[in-house]
């Protein structure tokens, strides 16, 4: 925020988030936890992070890695990033239209995990509010859980009472399940709440007003005693630990503390309506709502100033507009705002971007990601407001249209707001909202019926034979409550980068069966998890594929598909093959070593990717994400363009340079604060990592570093933060071939590529395809062509052959291959260097046709001249005439026609050609006006046609038309010639 505004205000923004956070940290030893990303890398049942506790959530489920400082957690307090625009809670559609609604904020939050509880939360709130904060206590009222018969749950009377000690009973008062029961979800942790709620207004008494969603009584405090757990089938279980989480509208507090009946008025908003104001050259905020703000003007102010903060932060934490998801959704708030930036501000064309310096400003000091790459964030923005800017004028015309003889309380239909967005990419809310200022509704379900509907759909994992294990803090709690330690996973290092290793002693300590079913032993055949005091399996984590393999017991085996870690319990996911697995029993986890042998290859090959990337693009490539298969890997990255084909080779000898040079894997644990330490390090955007944490280099011993983390010779090998498992030596690798680079979202790329033999022979297949089609160009007359590429998968023979070439005739056989060529292009299984090889050959190939095509129309035109001349040197009375060069088209007969007409415009002509692969035939004719009364073109041509089951027609002097059987064609030219000898003598 400026200087200036400080200066005027006794709690400007910036103070009050600051007290916030000092109160927590320094008065009540709280951990500052920075706020996570507003983009949920780890969490797929979000679209974006909605609330305070969302990157907590690992630690209410009971699936934080105790080695983790998330998992050491005791005490934490921040302001978090949050967006609700999409998905459950979803405000877009409101903001603007009231002063209280966004669909970015900030929620100030406090928690507890198994410390404190009721009794310190509600006692440090008053404490910040009355005492820090200076809030009139008059003007507060507090709200508890007044109880529920049907679930057998109780009022808070607890909550209550600790209230009294600071409101009078008046102010505190009961309310149900909807305003003071919170629940994570359909299942998971929940409990009861209580709010505070402030009287703007003051100096009365109006309890009726809290919780009635009126803005001159609003919450702004809700702390919530996480006490239960909610089961699939409804019921409720006391959680082995009591935690607390607190939310707190940072927007809200400061309107308060501020005293102003909106958050807009605040100085958080001012830069942003200042920019607003300087780059729309329009008149200033005037805070006007409802029907006072008839011109829409002052809600264009809110919705523009609140989307751009939005764009702002989504961007830099990973997220772009497009076409799916969350993107769809920021793709959704960029076009509302422009829309009402041209529409009600009068902005220029490509305005919107240009706010983002001001959002960077006001915000860069409290969350300093903002400032590493703003450009890029205006970049993305520009790109997304040029595509709009194309069709949003047409966009806005054609919704005028549609709704101009409408009146208020009209519907407009469902196929027209499907044609709005399908046309113009106006989303649905977006017509909605345009249909409601004038006073229209839209279809929706019609909508959806002329759209195939876009759902997000959370699947959770399911194990061997589609059972779904979920395992989550009950079942961790289960398997604590049985007093199993956590288990030791250390021995999935234990093993050789060839391909085997040990078998790993252990005992089955735990049988899940699912939900909350533990059971002492398995039959054959039974699908469950088994929890071992020790492992040598690796469970999915950090992009890495899970193990596979056998755990064998005296009575019994069992094959692990699957294997999943929470709070440091390794799931192995499987079915009993043979006999009997039992609770306490000795056993031997036999992981495929040969499976992860492969694995190991690609997790390697993705680190020296990474480092190549950034060498060859030179510029801050953030990895977003992996997936580490044992026959390929795809490595997600920040880029906003394509990889060209020279950078992707570039890249690959970068990556073959470390593997000829036979670099050795270097493994190492170190604390978080030396590994941040050393120069050229790597890590996983959003990602959460232990400490002590894992330091994977290629090349660069581990020990040499730790002594000298700052040299810049770091700077020339792959060290990344990894605990996954990997080769021994960069050789194993053998090969890498990049076969895919595409985008997945604006500002994110994804490549796919393999390694070792199946890398190599992918290079083998693209450079004999290669090789191949070249023999399509090298021919001096390309024109017949028996066989020419066909599309093959890896491995599999190549079985084309270019022959030498004979005429111009065989014009249709270039087509077919050129057709198969860019079949081969799209669907083999290659290198993208390759890849692009092809496409330039194929390229060659489609102007040779193009050449072909122009010589063989020349070609015909030349024959109907001499045809003319010598039908005129003769004295024909007409012509009937077979092209075959023309392949049965009928623009090239034209051509012809016209060509002859020139030459003999007295005469008149029939054509005819058959399709170069038989069947079909083609026909037309011309006659001079003077003989159409005796032998009219479509009568001639119609009637000739008929004999082999075609049809023409047109006027009496021109005549098309066409046969699809062609076996006939020359009865057909025989009864047109004794047609016109009968006609014209």
């Given at each position: 925020m400026s200087t200036e505004n400080e200066g005027k205000l006794q709690w400007p923004a910036k103070k009050v988030r600051q007290t916030f956070i000092e109160f927590f940290e320094k008065k009540q030893k709280h951990t500052h936890w920075p706020s996570s990303s507003v983009v949920p890398y780890d969490d797929p049942t979000l679209l974006f992070t909605n609330s305070g506790m969302c990157q907590y959530k690992p630690i209410f489920l009971g699936q934080a890695d105790p080695k983790t400082d998330l998992g050491k957690l005791v005490r934490a307090a921040n302001s978090q990033k949050c967006i609700r625009a999409g998905g459950k809670h979803n405000d877009l559609e409101d903001v603007g239209k009231d002063v209280y609604h966004h669909t970015f904020f900030e929620m100030l939050g406090n928690w507890s995990f198994g410390d404190y509880f009721k009794e310190e939360a509600i006692a440090w709130a008053w404490e910040l509010l009355v005492d820090v904060y200076k809030i009139d206590p008059d003007r507060l009222y507090a709200t508890y859980f007044g109880g529920n018969k049907e679930q057998g749950l109780e009022p808070d009377l607890e909550a209550k009472n600790l209230w009294l000690k600071y409101l009078p009973e008046d102010r505190v008062m009961p309310f149900g399940m909807k305003d003071n029961f919170w629940e994570m979800g359909a299942t998971g942790p929940c409990g009861p709440c209580t709010e505070i709620h402030y009287d703007r207004i003051g100096n009365r008494f109006v309890p009726e007003r809290v919780n009635a969603d009126l803005p001159d009584v609003v919450e702004i405090w809700n702390l919530v005693f996480m006490q239960f757990s909610r089961e699939p089938d409804r019921s409720l279980r006391l959680l082995p630990k009591q935690n607390v989480d607190t939310g707190m509208g940072f927007e809200r507090l400061t309107s308060v503390l501020q005293n102003k009946d909106s958050n807009y008025d605040t100085d958080i908003f001012k830069p942003v309506f200042d920019a607003i104001q300087k780059e729309c050259k329009c008149g200033p905020y005037t805070r006007l709502v409802g029907a006072e703000d008839k011109d829409f003007t002052d809600m264009a102010y809110r919705v523009v100033a609140d989307h751009i903060r939005t764009l702002t932060f989504a961007i830099t934490d990973g997220a772009a507009p497009g076409t799916n998801g969350r993107d769809y959704v920021l793709r959704r708030v960029c076009r509302r705002a422009v829309r009402y930036g041209k529409e009600k501000l009068g902005a220029p064309p490509l305005f919107f971007n240009k706010l983002v310096p001001a959002v960077v400003e006001a915000f860069g000091e409290a969350f300093p990601e903002l400032k590493k790459n703003p450009q890029r964030v205006q970049d993305i923005i520009l790109a997304e407001?040029?595509?709009?800017?194309?069709?949003?004028?047409?966009?806005?015309?054609?919704?005028?249209?549609?709704?101009?003889?409408?009146?208020?309380?009209d519907t407009i239909d469902g196929k027209n707001c499907a044609f709005l967005?399908?046309?113009?990419?106006?989303?649905?809310?977006?017509?909605?909202l345009m249909a409601e200022e004038k006073g229209l509704s839209v279809d929706k379900k019609g909508f959806e019926v002329e759209m195939k509907a876009h759902s997000e759909s959370s699947k959770g994992q399911q194990g061997a034979g589609g059972l779904q294990l979920k395992f989550e803090a009950e079942q961790v709690s289960i398997i604590k409550s049985k007093g199993i330690s956590v288990t030791d996973d250390s021995p999935k290092y234990e093993w050789f980068s060839a391909g085997s290793g040990p078998k790993c002693s252990a005992t089955v300590k735990a049988i899940y069966l699912g939900k909350v079913a533990f059971e002492d032993?398995?039959?054959?055949?039974?699908?469950?998890?088994?929890?071992?005091?020790r492992t040598s399996f690796y469970a999915e984590q950090g992009g890495q594929i899970f193990d596979k393999g056998l755990i064998e017991t005296p009575s019994g085996v069992f094959e692990v598909t699957d294997c999943k870690v929470a709070a440091g319990y390794v799931l192995h996911i499987g079915t009993v093959k043979t006999g009997i697995i039992k609770v306490g029993t000795t056993c031997l986890a036999c992981v495929d070593y040969e499976r992860r042998a492969d694995v190991a290859k690609n997790h390697t090959a993705t680190h020296l990717l990474n480092f190549a990337l950034r060498e060859v693009l030179k510029t801050d490539v953030d990895q977003k994400g992996s997936l580490v298969m044992p026959n390929r890997f795809r490595f997600d990255f920040s880029s906003d363009r394509s990889v060209n084909p020279a950078e992707v080779v570039n890249v690959e000898k970068i990556v073959q340079s470390h593997i000829d040079a036979k670099y050795e894997v270097f493994s190492k644990p170190f604390s978080i604060a030396d590994a941040k330490k050393i120069n050229g390090l790597r890590a996983v955007f959003g990602e959460k990592y232990p400490d002590p944490v894992t330091v994977t280099s290629v090349g660069a011993d581990l020990d040499a570093v730790l002594k000298n983390p700052q040299d810049e010779k770091w700077q020339g090998f792959s060290i990344e933060f990894c605990g996954g498992t990997h080769v021994a030596n960069a050789s194993e690798i053998g090969a890498l071939s990049i076969v895919g680079e595409e985008s997945i979202a604006a500002g994110t790329r994804r490549i796919t590529a393999y390694t070792g033999a199946k890398a190599i022979e992918a290079a083998k297949l693209g450079e004999k395809l290669v090789s191949e089609a070249k023999k399509l160009t090298s021919e001096k007359d390309l024109g017949k062509v028996s066989k020419a590429i066909k599309a093959a998968k890896l491995g599999e023979k190549l079985v084309s052959e270019a022959k030498k070439l004979t005429s111009e005739k065989d014009l249709g056989k270039v087509s077919k291959a050129i057709t198969e060529l860019n079949n081969t292009i799209l669907t083999a299984d290659i290198p993208l260097a390759f890849r692009a090889r092809l496409k330039e050959i194929y390229e060659q190939m489609v102007e040779k046709k193009k050449q072909l095509q122009r010589a063989?129309?020349?070609?015909?035109v030349e024959d109907a001249k001499k045809l003319a001349q010598e039908a005129k040197d003769s004295g024909a009375k007409f012509v009937v005439h077979v092209f075959n060069d023309a392949q049965g088209k009928s623009k090239v007969l034209s051509k012809a026609l016209t060509a002859f007409a020139k030459v003999a415009p007295a005469i008149p002509i029939l054509l005819v050609s058959e399709t170069k692969a038989g069947g079909k035939m083609a026909g037309i004719a011309n006659v001079p006006k003077e003989l159409t009364s005796v032998l009219p073109a479509n009568k001639w041509l119609g009637d000739s046609l008929a004999v082999c089951g075609g049809r023409g027609g047109g006027k009496p002097n021109y005549a098309q038309g066409a046969s699809k059987n062609s076996t006939d064609m020359m009865k057909a030219v025989e009864f047109a010639k004794e047609m016109a000898q009968k006609?014209?003598?």
């Open positions: 407001e040029k595509i709009f800017t194309k069709t949003l004028d047409r966009g806005i015309a054609t919704f005028k249209k549609i709704t101009a003889n409408m009146k208020s309380g967005l399908t046309t113009f990419g106006f989303p649905l809310d977006l017509t909605e032993e398995a039959k054959e055949g039974t699908v469950c998890g088994l929890v071992l005091d063989s129309k020349g070609s015909i006609t014209l003598g």
